[in-house]
């Protein structure tokens, strides 16, 4: 059994604010940095530090691309299937941090966004029936992808962000595994008053997991629904941490972790994450994790 990360590269031009710009303004930053990140690459990362063997897929720029190449292979991460592409750009974000942690996102698809149908087939070449899929909303190609992963049986994991309209126009009922935030949640249920009741209904086949900040996580087995409350610390960039409860507890799941034993897993590791800066860097080890003394709330 393999993993396979099909997603984003992108590289984080992060700024330090007092306040996200608003408009007409001219905004002095406290600092900048340049981090490794896309869902893609930060899942990836995050699988790999978790314990699980992973695969990514995607495409960078030639030019630019090396260094998320470099971030992955230090990770573990394999990426024989990251494609270079000539005379495209590596996707990347511009970031604002305000002084709470909180964070907002400027978006450039880049080589993401040149992901195709003759790559797709190419690399799912190499993946058969029980193999795990995880796909995120930032890369191109995504209905073909799921398509042709579910004729391989391969199991496919799907955070469905950014949410857009595009998501609406996948072939939802493909996918095992959803893992929403609650925004993700309220769009994907028709603003429900009961999302996991409508999404039950809608995809009866499907996991649902759901994160809702402060109020902790939900996670919908098939059979019964379990809650995780959060770990308490200082929130310092929160851009990562919902990249990083996916990695943790799919690779808890995989490793055969129990689904309790998995949420709280994956709690542990995003909140380690939010208390330091940058997405991919921000990702702790398994041995962090499991090591740490955060109190549960």
């Known amino acids: 059994m393999k993993i396979l990360n099909f997603g984003s590269l992108n590289l984080d031009y992060t700024y330090e604010v007092s306040h996200f710009v608003r408009p007409g303004e001219t905004l002095a930053a406290a600092a900048r940095s340049l981090n490794c990140g896309g869902k893609g690459l930060n899942q990836a990362i995050a699988l790999a530090k978790a314990g699980c063997s992973v695969y ?9 691309g ?88 391969m199991i496919i994991v ?47 086949d499907a996991k649902i997991v759901i994160t809702r900040g402060s109020e902790g996580s939900d996670y919908w087995n098939g059979n019964e629904l379990i809650h995780q409350g959060i770990f308490k610390v200082e929130a310092v960039d929160t851009t990562g941490a919902g990249d990083t409860f996916t990695g943790f507890f799919i690779s808890s799941l995989v490793r055969g972790l129990s689904d309790r034993d998995a949420l709280r897993t994956a709690a542990r590791a995003s909140a380690i994450a939010v208390s330091r800066k940058g997405a991919g860097a921000s990702v702790p080890s398994l041995d962090e994790v499991l090591s740490c003394s955060l109190k549960e709330i």
Request: aromatic share 6%; with cysteine; hydrophobic share 40%.
């Open 56 to 64: 990514m897929a995607g495409a960078v720029g030639s030019e630019d």
């Open 66 to 153: 090396g260094i998320l190449l470099n971030q992955l292979n230090r990770a573990g991460v394999n990426t024989d299937n990251v494609r270079q592409l000539v005379d495209i750009a590596t996707g990347n974000a511009f970031i604002q941090v305000d002084g709470n942690g909180e964070n907002c996102i400027v978006l450039y698809g880049g080589a993401n966004q040149a992901v195709d149908e003759a790559m797709a087939d190419e690399i799912l070449s190499g993946f058969i029936s029980g193999d795990w899929l995880i796909l995120q909303n930032e890369i191109s190609c995504l209905p073909y992808i799921m398509e042709k992963a579910h004729e391989k049986k």
């Open 158 to 204: 799907l955070n469905p962000s950014p949410m857009n309209e595009n998501v609406l126009r996948l072939p939802l009922h493909y996918v095992d595994y959803f893992l929403l935030n609650k925004d993700e949640a309220e769009v994907l249920s028709d603003h429900a008053e009961d999302p996991f009741a409508a999404l039950k209904e809608r995809y009866p």
